[in-house]
RNA sequence: GGCCCCUUCGUCUAAUCGGUUAGGACACCAGCCUUUCAAGCUGGCAGCAGGGGUUCGAAUCCCCUAGGGGUCACCA
């Protein structure tokens, strides 16, 4: 057990670059990151890629992207170094290869000759009977001859020779003392026949060698937990402190995969997810401040955060309380924040360039403060503002039935568009004034206008402020929107 | 199947040592506001998995059952 009153806490998060960061992953690393910045320890960002086939640099690359995106940065790790490098496992291979001989040397591991094939065929067996597949330890005893021979002759594995007897303690910051009898555990493999280290074993003399205190992990390692632990202790290591966090499930209370829609950051980030709000969601995923507190900016959550405040229990992930969340940080952030998070979105529909005018800028500031307060991501904000920008967009069907398609439309909306040319200046209140003095002078209810204006302005029967709308549009495309949809739908 | 973890409204969760009308949030429903839709405000619906103990008293402690999840890979 470690002391730490002696110690900086170090933590580290240790994604293997084979797919995108996902939502679970995020939420491990934020949790780490959480506890590092709330205790002023470090946190250390490390590759696992031992596993040849799957790994990318691709994958890496946006899973460091994602990290900063959300803003969770590293003290040590990928692209900023420190002083327990290298911090991708691949690149310092020997180390665990020279271990693992070590551990072979000592009796403390072995050489197993068993190919896959073999392997699998066996498992196929005990699972067929029933049995727990386990390796049945046929290269235990292998004369050190025998293996010399056959070391020379073709490929191997090392295998970690397990205790029969006894039992192995994890204890958990967050679940307590978990036990394991000894005797469940097979000679599990810690070094592949390609020479490159498992998990299990790689995991350990990196946790070491790079002085981490506390280990903080999705629960679904807790089961590999007194594997890692037997390895430190047969190496006369240190055994870190470990924190399991529950896991997040799918709706359907599965593991979370593809299947169940967006499930990476990067995706989140492409449907028009604050990373405010992402944050703030998977930070109320296992854990909350113990109090009714539950929008919170990154400071509060770090200066709140605890590991004793980490719930048991799995989490199912709910899509609709991240969208309330980020609705709400919409609305409620510096307008000038939220223009300059969705002008890439604006861009990306073509409904700006990519070089903006000052005072182009502030029509968009006006137009997203008019639609902001009924969206709910950055996406929605271009597709809410979307006719302010274009001329040629679709009318909504059912209103066009309800509101055109009647005897004196296009009167109506002649007056309508004499009544805005009287608005003077341009304004919300001179134009709400215009109206009215419409609606009296005709004798119907105001929304009998307003509602075919807003139709023939931006084709749909909802959306923002009607006058605030009609100013930002300009007395001129009003003008030429009201006019024109009486030739678009042949009104009489 | 073996082992391990978990179990409070549909969902996320609160309830420090056992004593609360079991609290909050999302979602849902209703009302208010209103030029539409939202937003906002107000109110409502809804939960201690089940069964045994221990105790004056149990969501909270113990046991059993059930359910969910994880793991048992030359993946991490």
């Given at each position: 057990m470690r002391c730490l009153d002696m110690e900086k806490i170090r933590v580290r998060f240790a994604p293997s670059p084979t797919g995108e960061l996902h939502i679970g992953g995020a939420r491990t690393a934020l949790f780490n990151w959480l506890f590092a910045r709330r205790y002023g320890g470090e946190m250390i960002l490390r590759i696992d890629d031992t596993d040849r086939q799957r790994s990318s640099p691709e994958y890496l690359k946006t899973i460091l992207t994602s990290l900063r995106w959300l803003g969770l940065d590293w003290d040590e790790g990928p692209e900023i170094g420190g002083n327990h490098g290298p911090y991708t496992q691949s690149e310092h291979l020997e180390v665990y290869s020279e271990i693992a001989h070590k551990l072979v040397e000592e009796g403390k591991a072995y050489l197993c000759f068993c190919s896959a094939e073999e392997l699998t065929a066996a498992k196929e067996k005990q699972r067929e009977k029933?049995?727990?597949?386990?390796?049945?330890?046929?290269?235990?005893?292998?004369t050190s001859e025998e293996r010399e021979k056959r070391k020379a002759a073709g490929s191997y594995i090392i295998r970690f020779l397990s205790p029969e007897k006894g039992e192995t303690i994890v204890d958990d910051l967050i679940r307590g003392k978990v036990t394991f009898e000894n005797?469940?555990?097979?000679?599990?493999?810690?070094?592949?026949s390609d020479g490159l280290p498992t998990y299990n074993f790689a995991s350990v003399i990196d946790d070491q060698n790079m002085n981490i205190t506390h280990v903080i992990r999705a629960e679904e390692h807790l089961s590999n937990t007194p594997r890692q632990v037997m390895i430190a202790l047969k190496l006369g290591y240190e055994v870190p402190l470990y924190a399991h966090v529950p896991m997040i499930l799918a709706p359907d209370h599965s593991k979370l995969s593809k299947r169940h829609g967006a499930t990476s950051v990067q995706e989140y980030r492409e449907l028009g997810i604050l990373p405010e709000a992402l944050l703030n969601y998977l930070s109320l995923l296992g854990w909350s401040p113990g109090e009714d507190k539950e929008i919170m900016d990154i400071k509060e959550i770090i200066s709140f955060f605890?590991?004793?405040?980490?719930?048991?229990n799995p989490a199912i992930y709910d899509i609709k309380k991240l969208i309330w969340l980020n609705g709400h940080y919409l609305r409620t952030m510096e307008l000038e924040e939220v223009v300059d998070r969705a002008l890439p979105f604006l861009k990306e529909e073509n409904l700006i360039s990519e070089e903006i005018a000052p005072e182009e800028y502030e029509k968009i500031k006006i137009i997203v403060d008019l639609v902001r307060e009924r969206v709910k991501t950055l996406r929605e904000v271009a597709d809410a503002s979307l006719y302010f920008f274009r001329d040629e967009f679709e009318y909504d069907e059912k209103g066009v039935e309800k509101h055109f398609r009647k005897e004196g439309a296009a009167d109506l909306l002649n007056q309508i568009s004499s009544a805005l040319e009287n608005a003077e200046p341009f304004q919300p209140e001179e134009i709400k004034e215009e109206l009215e003095k419409l609606s009296k002078k005709l004798e119907i209810p105001l929304s009998q206008i307003n509602l075919p204006t807003r139709l023939a302005l931006t084709g749909r029967t909802m959306g923002p402020d009607l006058m605030g709308l009609i100013a930002v549009l300009g007395k001129r495309k009003a003008a030429e929107r009201l006019k024109k949809v009486i030739d678009l739908f042949n009104l009489a």
């Open positions: 029933g049995l727990p597949p386990r390796y049945n330890g046929c290269c235990r005893n292998i005797k469940i555990f097979d000679d599990f493999i810690i070094v592949k605890s590991l004793e405040r980490v719930s048991k």
